[in-house]
């Protein structure tokens, strides 16, 4: 049951954040490859925030479901010439890596709408398969965000290297707290942490995490995609 599995992934977060001190974090439904009707499943059962990996993918779903009041994360690699449409249907950009997606997603952001959270991804492993922008790019590309008053910048993303030591994802994680810490230090509003998946998040919890992003353990192994 899905309603069981939120009740135990919730529980896992609580037990998490309790054992390290640590603030209870947000929960992002993974739903990429997930049909509408599940989405729709897990919303009955309370939870209010999803995220997508592709935009055309997420803007069918949502068409579909019609819920104003669930809270959409993108939480894909985002192309330039998605960036406007990106702008439009998600409340959160979490994949902000470079200074061209900046300047398109503020440019597209209609007003009324209020300023878009972003979030800038990291490739905390160096990992030459990976997006996210270099550790030591962080400030530049938080300072073109800030400039943008259609674009809040909130925090940081990362999505480390699937190591088999426990040891190894720790410490890549307590890296991205440290990157974390001084960017918060450095701009006010910046209140966010996403890393930690359905395999990790308690481990996530942790070492700061403030919002973990979670498919699987949610709605058990993904469909191939349609
Ligand atoms: C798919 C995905 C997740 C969820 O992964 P699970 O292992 O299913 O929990 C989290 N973050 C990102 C960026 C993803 O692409």
């Given at each position: 049951?899905?309603?069981?599995?939120?009740?135990?992934?919730?529980?896992?977060?609580?037990?998490?954040?309790?054992?390290?001190?640590?603030?209870?974090?947000?929960?992002?439904?993974?739903?990429?490859?997930?049909?509408?009707q599940?989405?729709?499943?897990?919303?009955?059962?309370?939870?209010?925030?999803?995220?997508?990996?592709?935009?055309?993918?997420?803007?069918?779903?949502?068409?579909?479901?019609?819920?104003?009041?669930?809270?959409?994360?993108?939480?894909?690699?985002?192309?330039?010439?998605k960036?406007?449409?990106?702008?439009?249907?998600?409340?959160?950009?979490?994949?902000?890596?470079?200074?061209?997606?900046?300047?398109?997603?503020?440019?597209?952001?209609?007003?009324?709408?209020?300023?878009l959270?972003?979030?800038?991804?990291?490739?905390?492993?160096?990992?030459?398969?990976?997006?996210?922008?270099?550790?030591?790019?962080?400030?530049?590309?938080?300072?073109?965000?800030?400039?943008?008053?259609?674009?809040?910048?909130?925090?940081?993303?990362?999505?480390?290297?699937?190591?088999?030591?426990?040891?190894?994802?720790?410490?890549?994680?307590?890296?991205?707290?440290?990157?974390?810490?001084?960017?918060?230090?450095?701009?006010?509003?910046?209140?966010?942490?996403?890393?930690?998946?359905?395999e990790?998040?308690?481990?996530?919890?942790?070492?700061?995490?403030?919002?973990?992003?979670?498919?699987?353990?949610?709605?058990?192994?993904?469909?191939?995609?349609?």
């Open positions: 049951m899905l309603s069981d599995r939120l009740a135990d992934t919730l529980n896992r977060l609580n037990n998490a954040a309790t054992e390290a001190a640590r603030p209870v974090p947000t929960l992002v439904a993974v739903s990429k490859f997930q049909p509408a599940a989405v729709a499943d897990l919303a009955a059962a309370g939870q209010r925030v999803f995220g997508e990996n592709y935009v055309q993918e997420a803007q069918a779903k949502q068409a579909e479901l019609n819920r104003p009041d669930l809270v959409w994360h993108l939480i894909g690699h985002l192309q330039s010439n960036a406007a449409l990106a702008a439009e249907l998600f409340d959160w950009v979490q994949t902000v890596d470079r200074p061209k997606l900046v300047g398109a997603l503020a440019q597209a952001r209609q007003p009324e709408r209020g300023p959270n972003v979030l800038i991804q990291v490739n905390i492993d160096d990992e030459a398969s990976k997006h996210g922008c270099a550790p030591q790019d962080i400030d530049a590309l938080a300072a073109a965000i800030t400039a943008q008053p259609a674009l809040a910048l909130r925090g940081l993303m990362a999505i480390p290297a699937p190591h088999e030591d426990p040891a190894l994802r720790r410490a890549a994680f307590a890296r991205m707290k440290q990157l974390f810490d001084t960017l918060a230090a450095q701009h006010a509003g910046v209140d966010t942490l996403s890393m930690g998946m359905s990790d998040c308690a481990l996530a919890v942790a070492e700061g995490a403030t919002m973990v992003r979670v498919g699987t353990a949610l709605f058990g192994p993904r469909p191939a995609k349609a």
